[in-house]
Every structure is written in structure tokens, then in C-alpha cells.
């Protein structure tokens, strides 16, 4: 699949900004299985200082500042990707991958070789996700046991999530705890795959953020509206002796073709698609759309 | 020395089992100590009680203040220092210093690893998590590379005797480390009220220290190395250590700013200054390493500059220590600390550490779980005493609940064996006392090695048998000594005084929030003296009508209560709903408009918010001017705590506050250079003063009285205004309203009078630094010489005018109501010229994240 991309933040300040400092994470990755043929970034107004850089989890950030008076701001992150996820080993094919069991995967773990020690660190609390308790580790029992393989219990606690869970914009924001999401049962895209990253750590595996697209295909018949899209998040396991696989809890399935990967963190806080400081004293408001289409 | 014979000793004895460092278990001296003993034997009990008060008093008269957040007793508590000194002989201390330079350097190449190629991971030197589940691992800071041969450039540790009597190392202090600037207080004031104490004992002078320490600061700079700009940043006032951030700043003659005061432009630091940006090469910073950028690290933090993190990466600035340097303070580094001593040095560590076992390890975390009634827990990347688990002091309960906890995240703990530190002899009530003591040290960075400080800060515990030793619970400290054979050069006077040292040399590069909190003095004091004269006249007034029963008198004050609350701007007060019941009772409203610190615009009030401008401001105020402030700060306690509220009390302590406040400001205007700020001050004070003028004369003189009632208004305010003498000098007539403007209003020679106010504040307007590009006046010269020619064009016959109906001067009122508006715009444009803080820095997405 070719896909063009567009993804637009806009922010209009109520009594203006004097001055700003932002981060944009908004680079899609360029990897096996996803190509990036084009990027480009377009801020409004035009920035006085703009660098990228690599940050720890081998995502391109992008800080950029803009040091006049402006009452509105406009980030606009343009790609066209090619994704062909058949060229990713798949799960599917590797019987070993697909067996291996919560015990031995965790004494897999336990090795130390330069490989493993950036993945461990994603076994580890994060700003986010900290402080499991024993609910969510309970909730990840039912599906993770030692003799059990991990694939399976993954895959079935994406089941679980997609079906206990409801899907709603009203009552979460990205500051919503885990905690709250577990008793509540209801979320966003983001709030899932943070509860999954949770349940998976809590048993003392790998588990890491993503943060990407995915395609929306419009009703059978209908004409698919530009901006509908959304920007989306899940999760992703080390499967010890195979690799990351990744989980969409939100659609409940393994995401292929239709996914776009943007970046990898430890949670949402490692890699927000934008954020900043900003100098001014009013309030202002936020736009965002995504729209995302097979490239002609 | 026999001790059994000795009065200082007769409490020195208990059941309480310990390594003493004086006394040995023989009952002999340790010989290090004899001087010192016999020093203090020497000045007898009563003059050693004398002494020990008149410290007490030196620090309390300089300021020397520890601030306990959530302190009942206030929040500057008084810093304690114990007349007796701790001391250590040089040829033990060469070892410690080796041992300190060793565990420094180590720490170092710890902190360039760590952010670097991580090697001692890879290589299982230290477990992953000690590192990566630290919070103060900072992904941000991963791979930034430094200029400065060393990235650790200032290393302090806690050492504390153990039983085999060597010095341990129980605690290290990496990213911004107190304790300097009280350690050199300590010794400065020692060596000033106890001279006799020091008599035939060589104690090494930390002055080459205090040299190599500035030496070091220059050198960090990453580029403008001949002149580089160096500030001090500190979280401000409210900060625990507050003091020393003044104190460092005022004695390395470097200017003291918060967040608010720097800017990231341009990929540079700067420092906004009265007159524009300036470029700043090295931060020495007082604030914690998540703090230091809102952009990247702490989205919360005010106190730090977003975008910092970036203009390290570049390398145009440098930051001491480095941000990430928290990660050291790491007590799950410790059972590793020699296997990384070996790996890095080829050698073992020097100074011994507690025993420690890391939970992240199996066996260790069994052992731990097994034998926990006889550990202290902690976690890895908290060392507060709120986060240190003394087991043997926990029930069966917070037992269970802490397994729990270590069981959920082992690798988060670490369990160290219950030590019993040494005791030093304190001096408490007239006796000596043994005490647990901690000492903190010093190291720097120079060229490829550290320089020790000779000595360093000593802590005691509170109570005798006390665990614990922290200042956060308002502990004692005392001057720590390295005594040798060899003579010493004499103790150089480290007095702080500000009066001698510039710290900044221009007012161009005044930062700007040290101007607005300079011109907020000036206002609040302006207020606060005019203010106090008023009640005071008005109190007076009060009194003498006790004895007076003129109509007149009682109606003149019915006119004078009123104006209080005009002038006050305390409505309603005296004028507005229910003044009836108030006029009634007019003390109970003028004791609450003195004493209220709640209400808007009272007395009280006025003095609180100068207090906090002051505080801020303390880098620059001289020790007499402390003396004075904290004078007037007593006085106002004590009337508080003697609770007689009669006129009589009320005149009293109005006149005593205000002689002080005449002091102050008679100590500011030498204490301060006016390129140094005290333009600013000026500016405040003289607005201020001005608008209050103003206000006086709108509501006692536009009004048309009959003529007794007129007289004893026209009195009133000649002596509000302390210029009845003046009166009478210059007019040497029955007080009349024609000459009462002239003196008050017009008058150009009179420095009281509202034109020659007027024209001094447009005089030092344009004396303020002002933009090359506008060619036109600025707004704030606009308004004030609009002012002038206002003030400029009256005319007493003019002013004297009565409207039709002879109730009141319209002409009068209009010209001072134009006035007012105009001193006020003033200020506005002040402020939006010069101080430019109007914009709050915010974040673009609320995320408001638990990051505690």
C-alpha cells in the first residue's frame, strides 16, 4: 500500500503568544515493512529555529521555536509511506515464537547481552504507567500464566481489552491514570494500550507504546471526508527468540497494512505527537485532523 | 586533663553505648581534642554560655536562616552553630581526602557512562536497573557531551565515623549540593566571636578553595572564556537554603536569578536585564535537575527555562553540575561501588560504605526479606527521611506492607545494615553533651583531578540519642576543622557584606526582575512610612480630642477617619455601608488597618508584601540593613504577643516603626549603587509617595470647611506629612490654605512637596536604559513629563476656586484626579517596559502528569 499523509495541529490563542518552544514527534518511521518516501514539516508562522534530532527511543523529534507575536499556530506533518508488512517476519510463521511460554520467556529475560538491555528497560514502570496494582496484575493473570504462551495470552488480552472495554471519547484525556481507565473500563486508543502495557509488564515482560495511524475506510458507498482520520496508539510485546509484535486492542487486531508506526515509547509521556511552552495569558483552542489516503 | 574532674563533662557520661570522638573507651583523651578542651575549659562555663548566645545572636542579626517548608514557627528559621567545633587531624584527613577525590573521580566516570556507552551495564558491572528504573535517569540527557574535562564538576558526600573508627561514606550529593556558603558562615563566625578557641591550634583556612572554586566556574565556560557571564540560579526565596543562594551569589559577586530572569533565544541562554538580553555561559544552579526545563523535563516546573536541555546539547552553555547528574544519588549504586572502582580504577574503594544489598538481585532480596527487622530500607533514587525504613522501629503491619512493596518492584530497594555513627561533644546548657554528627565535604573539579575542601560542614543530631541528622528538621551544625602541626596562615575575614562587592556593574545588565523587585520596595516602603504617619497623626488627634470637646475637634475627626479610608483605599471602611457603626468605634477599624495582614491595603499588608520583595532581594541589602528590617519585624511581634491595643501602645509603636523605616531607607540609599538598581527603588519610592500626596490632599483639602474645621485639617495634614515645621519656617503666618498648596503642591524647592516629586521621579526615568531604536520618548517618559507640564501649569488662584454652590475646589480635584491617573499610567508603562513578565509561561497541552 502507498499511503499520503496529512496531520494538522492547530492551535488558536485567544490573546496571542508572544513567544514558543515546541517538541513535534511526528516523523513516521522509516523501517522494515514501511518505507518513508517523502516528509515534510510545515509550521505556521515559519519558525526562527528548527533542528531534528534522534531522541533515546530512536525516534526524529523536532524542536522548533517561534520568537514573534502570533495568534495562531499550524503544524502540518505531510508523508507518503509505503507499507508492505509482508516483508516483517510474521508470528504466524515461527512456531517457536508462538510457543513460548510466560516461564521461559521470563528466564530468556534474565540474560545479559547488549540486545536484551534495550528491551528490558521496557519491563520497567514508566512516568505513565507506574505503580501496577494488584487489579491489573489480577487482570493480566487471567490470561498470562507460567506454562501458557505468551503470544496466545497477548493476543487474548487484546480480545479482552476490545471487549470489556468501551470505546469513548468523553471520559478520558491524556492525563486520565491507569487507574482510573482499569476501574472505569471505558477510553481512547491511547488508555488501552497503556492498560495493556501494564497488564503485559506486570508478569515481567516487554511491553512498549506505539504511536501511529491507521486507516478509516469510509461506509460502503460513501465518499471518505479529508481529515476523518485519526492519529492512534497500541501496543506491542518482545516475544523472547522471535521479536515485537504489535496488538491493537482498540480494533482488536495485529496490525498490518492498515497501520502507520510513527513512534516507540515507553508510553504516551515518551512521545506525544506535539507539545510546547508557550508565553501568553489566555486560553486557547486545539485542532487536530488526520487524513490519510491510498496515494494515486 | 582529668576528665572525672572536669565540669564540662559531668553530663557527658550514659549507658548510651557509642564511639565517642574525644573520649576513648579507656576514659582517655583522644589527643586531637586536648587544645580544643582546654581552650574551652580555659573560657569557663559562663563565658562559653555567653559566647554560644552571642553566635546565636550573630546569626540571627545576619540573617543566617534555614527555611523548613511548613514550619509553624515561621519560615526563616534562625541557622544554629555550636560553639564547639568538630575536628580532624590532618594526617587522618589526607586519607579521607584521597578518598573523597577517589569516589568523586568515580562518580564521574560514572556519570559520563551512564549517559554515554553504558559499558558497566554491558559488561554486568551493574544491573540495568539501577540505572534505567532511577528517576534520575534522564532519557533527555542521553549522549550530550561536554566541553569540561570532568562532567561532574561538583561533588559533596555525607561521611560519618563508623564503629571500626574509620570515616564511611553514607550519602552522595550530585546535582546541586548545599552546604558551602554555611560552612563558610560557620567559620567566619566562629573565628569572629571565639577567637580564644582557635588559640595554639592550626586550622587550615578554605580560601585557596573558595579561589579554585571560582577559577572553576570561569573554566566551564563553553565559549567567551576571557569574560564569561555567570549567574547563580536559585528557586527563589521560599527555598530551604534560600540564604546560601544569596550568600554564594553576594561572595562570588555573580547576580542571583530565577527562571523567570533567563530566556532561550536563538539556540543561546540569556538573561533579561533593564536594558536587553545578555548572554550567560555558565549556570551554577540551586534547583534540581527535573526542574531545570518545563520543555523536556518537569512540564510543572517555574522554575527552570524551556528549551535549556537543547542549548546544553549545542554546547553553548554550561551547567554545574550537569542536568542528569541526579542519577548518582543512587544508594543502588553502592553495593556496586567497588566492583566499579576496580573496573574503572584497578583499585578499591578508599572509604568504606554501609553494607548494602540491592532487591533486584534474587539472593540479596531473599536475604533481605528475611532479615529485615535488622535493616534500613530505602528506595534507590529517594534518600528523605520519609522514604528511609528503619524496620526495627516498624510494626508487624508496615512489616507486610513493605514486603509487599519490595516484592512488587525489588529492583527500586536497597537494604543497608543499622550503623551506629560516632558522637562529638556538643555545647548544650552549659555542659557538653555527646551528640551524632555527619559531615559534609566539598570536592571540585580542577584540571583532572578534584580539590577537597579543607573541612566542610558538620550537622548534629537533635536530640542525644537521636538516629537521625538532617536540617530539613532544624538541626545544629558546626564549624568542622582540619587541624594540623604546621602553622597556618591567619583566618582571612570572609565577612559578607554587600556594600563592598558589585555585583553587577552596570544598570544596563540589572536583571529585570531584581529591578521590579527593587521598585516594589521603594513603593511598599514609600506606603508603609506614609501610611504609619497618618494612623500615628490621626491616633494623636484621637488622644488629645479625649480631652478636648471642641465641635470642631470631633467633627475634624469624623473628616479625618474618612480620609483613612480614602487614602487607604479600605472601602467601605469609614465612608461606605454601616460607617455609622465603625465611626462608633473608630479604634477597632484603625487597629485592624494597622494590624490586619489579610486586608488589602493595610498597614500590615503593606509591610508583608515589602517583607517578600525584600527577601527577594537579598544578595544586595547589607547586614545592618537585616539588622534594622528583622529590628522592626520584633517590635511588631512583641506588640502582637503583649496584646494592649490602647491609642497610647498604638502611637507608641507607630513611632518606633516608623524611625526604624527612616533608618532602612537612609541604609538602602548607602548600601547600594544607583547603577546597581537603586534607580529603581528611587522611582518606586518617589511614585509612591507622590500618589499618596496626591491622595491626601484629594480628600482633605478640595472640599470647602468652615474655618475652624478647615484649620485643624490643614494642621492634620501639614503634620501627616511632617512639614508643620516647614510651615512655619517658610511662612511663619496662621496656617492658611493658599500657602498650605503652594508648600505641598507647588513648591519647587520643598523635596516633600508633589512638583519637585514629580520632577526627581522624570529625572531618573530618563536616566533608565532606554532602546537606541526609538527615537521618541518612551511611554513611561511620555506620562511623566505629561505629568510635569501639568503640575507646571497651576495656578493658586486657580486651585482656590469654589464652585457655585461653595462646597468644594473643582479645579482642585480635577488637577490632582489628572495627576493621579497620570503617576499611575506611569507605572503601568514602567512595568510593561522593563519588567515584562506579563506573559506567563504555560503549557500548549495540559498533561498535568503524576510525576511525583
Given at each position: 500500500m502507498i499511503y499520503q499523509l496529512s496531520h494538522t495541529t492547530s492551535y488558536n490563542y485567544q490573546s496571542g503568544v508572544t513567544f514558543c518552544h515546541n517538541i513535534a514527534t511526528l516523523k513516521p518511521k522509516h523501517m522494515l515493512g514501511q518505507t518513508l518516501v517523502e516528509y515534510n514539516l510545515e509550521i505556521s508562522p515559519k519558525p526562527t529555529e528548527i533542528s531534528d534530532k534522534l531522541d533515546f527511543f530512536g525516534n526524529t523529534v523536532t524542536r522548533f521555536s517561534i520568537q514573534k507575536y502570533h495568534k495562531k499556530l499550524k503544524v502540518t506533518a505531510h508523508s507518503k509511506i509505503i507499507r508492505d508488512s509482508s516483508l516483517v517476519p510474521d508470528i504466524y510463521d515461527n512456531f517457536d515464537g508462538q510457543r513460548i511460554t510466560l516461564n521461559q520467556a521470563v528466564i530468556a529475560l534474565k540474560q545479559i547481552n547488549p540486545e536484551l538491555l534495550d528491551i528490558k528497560q521496557f519491563v520497567l514502570e514508566s512516568i505513565l504507567i507506574a505503580k501496577i496494582t494488584p487489579e491489573i496484575k489480577a487482570y493480566a493473570e487471567v490470561s498470562f500464566k507460567p506454562n501458557r504462551s505468551i503470544f496466545e495470552a497477548a493476543y487474548e488480552l487484546m480480545q479482552r481489552i476490545y471487549n470489556?472495554?468501551?470505546?469513548?471519547?468523553?471520559?478520558?484525556?491524556?492525563?486520565?491514570?491507569?487507574?482510573?481507565?482499569?476501574?472505569?473500563?471505558?477510553?481512547?486508543?491511547?488508555?488501552?494500550?497503556?492498560?495493556?502495557?501494564?497488564?503485559?509488564?506486570?508478569?515481567?515482560?516487554?511491553?512498549?507504546?506505539?504511536?501511529?495511524?491507521?486507516?478509516t475506510l469510509p461506509p460502503p458507498g460513501k465518499v471518505k471526508l479529508i481529515g476523518t482520520d485519526a492519529s492512534h496508539a497500541w501496543f506491542s510485546v518482545y516475544i523472547p527468540n522471535f521479536g515485537w509484535v504489535d496488538f491493537d486492542p482498540t480494533n482488536n487486531q495485529i496490525p498490518k497494512n492498515q497501520h502507520i508506526v510513527v513512534s516507540y515509547g515507553r508510553d504516551y509521556y515518551d512521545v506525544p505527537p506535539l507539545k510546547g511552552v508557550i508565553y501568553s495569558t489566555g486560553k486557547n483552542k486545539m485542532k487536530v485532523a488526520v487524513d490519510i489516503r491510498p496515494a494515486l | 586533663?582529668?576528665?572525672?574532674?572536669?565540669?564540662?563533662?559531668?553530663?557527658?557520661?550514659?549507658?548510651?553505648?557509642?564511639?565517642?570522638?574525644?573520649?576513648?573507651?579507656?576514659?582517655?583523651?583522644?589527643?586531637?581534642?586536648?587544645?580544643?578542651?582546654?581552650?574551652?575549659?580555659?573560657?569557663?562555663?559562663?563565658?562559653?554560655?555567653?559566647?554560644?548566645?552571642?553566635?546565636?545572636?550573630?546569626?540571627?542579626?545576619?540573617?543566617?536562616?534555614?527555611?523548613?517548608?511548613?514550619?509553624?514557627?515561621?519560615?526563616?528559621?534562625?541557622?544554629?552553630?555550636?560553639?564547639?567545633?568538630?575536628?580532624?587531624?590532618?594526617?587522618?584527613?589526607?586519607?579521607?581526602?584521597?578518598?573523597?577525590?577517589?569516589?568523586?573521580?568515580?562518580?564521574?566516570?560514572?556519570?559520563?557512562?551512564?549517559?554515554?556507552?553504558?559499558?558497566?551495564?554491558?559488561?554486568?558491572?551493574?544491573?540495568?536497573?539501577?540505572?534505567?528504573?532511577?528517576?534520575?535517569?534522564?532519557?533527555?540527557?542521553?549522549?550530550?557531551?561536554?566541553?569540561?574535562?570532568?562532567?561532574?564538576?561538583?561533588?559533596?558526600?555525607?561521611?560519618?565515623?563508623?564503629?571500626?573508627?574509620?570515616?564511611?561514606?553514607?550519602?552522595?550529593?550530585?546535582?546541586?549540593?548545599?552546604?558551602?556558603?554555611?560552612?563558610?558562615?560557620?567559620?567566619?563566625?566562629?573565628?569572629?566571636?571565639?577567637?580564644?578557641?582557635?588559640?595554639?591550634?592550626?586550622?587550615?583556612?578554605?580560601?585557596?578553595?573558595?579561589?579554585?572554586?571560582?577559577?572553576?566556574?570561569?573554566?566551564?565556560?563553553?565559549?567567551?572564556?576571557?569574560?564569561?557571564?555567570?549567574?547563580?540560579?536559585?528557586?527563589?526565596?521560599?527555598?530551604?537554603?534560600?540564604?546560601?543562594?544569596?550568600?554564594?551569589?553576594?561572595?562570588?559577586?555573580?547576580?542571583?536569578?530565577?527562571?523567570?530572569?533567563?530566556?532561550?533565544?536563538?539556540?543561546?541562554?540569556?538573561?533579561?536585564?533593564?536594558?536587553?538580553?545578555?548572554?550567560?555561559?555558565?549556570?551554577?544552579?540551586?534547583?534540581?535537575?527535573?526542574?531545570?526545563?518545563?520543555l523536556e523535563l518537569r512540564e510543572d516546573s517555574y522554575l527552570g527555562v524551556a528549551g535549556l536541555l537543547d542549548v546544553i546539547r549545542e554546547q553553548k552553555v554550561a551547567i554545574i553540575n550537569p542536568i542528569g547528574s541526579g542519577v548518582l544519588e543512587n544508594s543502588g549504586l553502592i553495593p556496586f561501588m567497588n566492583a566499579i572502582c576496580n573496573y574503572f580504577l584497578k583499585e578499591d574503594l578508599i572509604l568504606p560504605q554501609i553494607a548494602s544489598w540491592w532487591c533486584g538481585q534474587e539472593k540479596e532480596c531473599d536475604y533481605v526479606l528475611n532479615h529485615l527487622n535488622d535493616l534500613v530500607v530505602k528506595r534507590i533514587d529517594r534518600s528523605n527521611r520519609e522514604n528511609i525504613f528503619f524496620c526495627e522501629f516498624l510494626d508487624a503491619k508496615a512489616i507486610e506492607t513493605l514486603k509487599k512493596e519490595i516484592l512488587a518492584t525489588p529492583y527500586k530497594f536497597v537494604a543497608q545494615e543499622k550503623i551506629s555513627f560516632s558522637t562529638a561533644p556538643d555545647f548544650i546548657e552549659g555542659a557538653l553533651e555527646p551528640r551524632k554528627v555527619m559531615c559534609r565535604t566539598f570536592a571540585i573539579a580542577r584540571n583532572d583531578t578534584y580539590s577537597v575542601m579543607p573541612g566542610g560542614l558538620v550537622r548534629v543530631a537533635a536530640e542525644r540519642e537521636n538516629l537521625f541528622v538532617s536540617n530539613q528538621r532544624g538541626g545544629v551544625s558546626k564549624d568542622f576543622w582540619i587541624v594540623t602541626d604546621d602553622p597556618q596562615t591567619n583566618i582571612q575575614n570572609y565577612s559578607w557584606d554587600s556594600t563592598c562587592r558589585i555585583s553587577i556593574s552596570d544598570i544596563n545588565d540589572l536583571p529585570?526582575?531584581?529591578?521590579?523587585?527593587?521598585?516594589?520596595?521603594?513603593?511598599?516602603?514609600?506606603?508603609?512610612?506614609?501610611?504609619?504617619?497618618?494612623?500615628?497623626?490621626?491616633?494623636?488627634?484621637?488622644?488629645?480630642?479625649?480631652?478636648?470637646?471642641?465641635?470642631?475637634?470631633?467633627?475634624?475627626?469624623?473628616?479625618?477617619?474618612?480620609?483613612?479610608?480614602?487614602?487607604?483605599?479600605?472601602?467601605?471602611?469609614?465612608?461606605?455601608?454601616?460607617?455609622?457603626?465603625?465611626?462608633?468605634?473608630?479604634?477597632?477599624?484603625?487597629?485592624?488597618?494597622?494590624?490586619?495582614?489579610k486586608r488589602s491595603g493595610s498597614f500590615a499588608q503593606t509591610m508583608s508584601s515589602f517583607n517578600n520583595s525584600y527577601y527577594s532581594l537579598r544578595s544586595l541589602w547589607s547586614k545592618d540593613m537585616w539588622r534594622v528590617f528583622d529590628g522592626i519585624k520584633k517590635l511588631w511581634r512583641k506588640f502582637k504577643e503583649d496584646d494592649d491595643y490602647s491609642i497610647a501602645e498604638l502611637i507608641k509603636l507607630l513611632d518606633r516603626i516608623i524611625t526604624r523605616l527612616i533608618a532602612f531607607m537612609g541604609l538602602i540609599e548607602e548600601s547600594i549603587l544607583v547603577n546597581q538598581g537603586l534607580l529603581l527603588y528611587f522611582i518606586g519610592l518617589q511614585t509612591e509617595q507622590a500618589t499618596m500626596t496626591v491622595a491626601k490632599c484629594r480628600s482633605l483639602i478640595v472640599f470647602n470647611y468652615e474655618e475652624n474645621l478647615q484649620y485643624d485639617i490643614l494642621e492634620s495634614l501639614l503634620t501627616s506629612h511632617e512639614s508643620l515645621n516647614i510651615y512655619r519656617y517658610s511662612y511663619r503666618s496662621h496656617l492658611s490654605l493658599d500657602n498650605v498648596i503652594n508648600l505641598i503642591l507647588l513648591d519647587k524647592e520643598y523635596g516633600k512637596s508633589l512638583s519637585y516629586q514629580i520632577k526627581r521621579i522624570q529625572k531618573d526615568i530618563n536616566r533608565l536604559p532606554h532602546s537606541e531604536t526609538t527615537l521618541n520618548f518612551s511611554t513611561c517618559q511620555k506620562y511623566i513629563a505629561e505629568a510635569n507640564n501639568k503640575i507646571e501649569s497651576l495656578s493658586i488662584t486657580s486651585l482656590l476656586q469654589v464652585n457655585d454652590d461653595g462646597t468644594l475646589r473643582e479645579n482642585l480635584d480635577e488637577a490632582l484626579a489628572s495627576l493621579s491617573k497620570l503617576l499611575h499610567k506611569t507605572s503601568l508603562a514602567i512595568s510593561d517596559t522593563y519588567f515584562n513578565h506579563s506573559y506567563q509561561q504555560k503549557q500548549l497541552v495540559n498533561q498535568n502528569f503524576p510525576l511525583a
Open positions: 470489556e472495554f468501551e470505546f469513548n471519547t468523553k471520559v478520558t484525556n491524556v492525563a486520565t491514570p491507569i487507574h482510573d481507565v482499569i476501574k472505569e473500563k471505558k477510553g481512547v486508543c491511547q488508555d488501552f494500550a497503556q492498560i495493556a502495557i501494564a497488564c503485559v509488564r506486570s508478569v515481567g515482560l516487554p511491553a512498549r507504546y506505539v504511536s501511529g495511524y491507521i486507516e | 586533663m582529668p576528665i572525672g574532674s572536669n565540669t564540662l563533662f559531668q553530663n557527658y557520661f550514659s549507658d548510651f553505648k557509642n564511639y565517642d570522638e574525644v573520649l576513648k573507651s579507656n576514659m582517655s583523651i583522644n589527643p586531637n581534642w586536648e587544645k580544643l578542651l582546654s581552650n574551652l575549659t580555659q573560657m569557663g562555663t559562663d563565658n562559653l554560655l555567653a559566647k554560644q548566645n552571642e553566635i546565636n545572636w550573630l546569626m540571627d542579626e545576619n540573617g543566617v536562616t534555614y527555611n523548613v517548608y511548613n514550619d509553624p514557627k515561621g519560615m526563616q528559621r534562625s541557622w544554629n552553630l555550636n560553639i564547639v567545633p568538630f575536628l580532624i587531624h590532618q594526617k587522618e584527613w589526607e586519607t579521607v581526602k584521597k578518598g573523597i577525590t577517589q569516589r568523586a573521580e568515580l562518580l564521574d566516570l560514572i556519570l559520563k557512562d551512564i549517559y554515554g556507552k553504558r559499558e558497566l551495564i554491558k559488561n554486568g558491572i551493574i544491573p540495568q536497573e539501577v540505572i534505567f528504573a532511577h528517576r534520575g535517569f534522564l532519557r533527555q540527557c542521553d549522549q550530550i557531551q561536554y566541553k569540561t574535562a570532568k562532567n561532574l564538576l561538583i561533588h559533596s558526600a555525607d561521611l560519618a565515623r563508623g564503629p571500626d573508627g574509620r570515616m564511611w561514606v553514607v550519602n552522595d550529593r550530585t546535582q546541586a549540593p548545599s552546604g558551602m556558603g554555611y560552612a563558610l558562615e560557620n567559620r567566619y563566625s566562629l573565628s569572629r566571636v571565639l577567637p580564644n578557641v582557635f588559640q595554639d591550634i592550626n586550622v587550615k583556612q578554605p580560601s585557596k578553595f573558595f579561589y579554585e572554586f571560582n577559577q572553576m566556574l570561569i573554566e566551564a565556560a563553553p565559549q567567551n572564556k576571557n569574560n564569561p557571564n555567570i549567574v547563580i540560579l536559585t528557586p527563589g526565596p521560599l527555598n530551604e537554603t534560600y540564604f546560601e543562594h544569596a550568600y554564594m551569589a553576594s561572595f562570588l559577586g555573580y547576580p542571583l536569578v530565577t527562571g523567570n530572569d533567563l530566556v532561550v533565544r536563538n539556540g543561546k541562554l540569556w538573561m533579561k536585564t533593564l536594558k536587553e538580553l545578555k548572554q550567560v555561559d555558565v549556570v551554577l544552579r540551586r534547583v534540581d535537575d527535573v526542574f531545570m526545563d518545563p529585570s526582575n531584581t529591578a521590579e523587585n527593587l521598585y516594589w520596595s521603594g513603593r511598599y516602603l514609600g506606603r508603609a512610612l506614609v501610611t504609619a504617619r497618618y494612623l500615628r497623626m490621626v491616633l494623636n488627634r484621637m488622644n488629645q480630642g479625649q480631652y478636648n470637646n471642641r465641635k470642631s475637634e470631633s467633627k475634624s475627626l469624623v473628616f479625618l477617619y474618612q480620609s483613612i479610608t480614602n487614602i487607604t483605599s479600605t472601602f467601605p471602611g469609614f465612608v461606605g455601608e454601616g460607617s455609622e457603626d465603625i465611626l462608633r468605634n473608630p479604634l477597632k477599624e484603625i487597629i485592624s488597618l494597622m494590624m490586619d495582614e
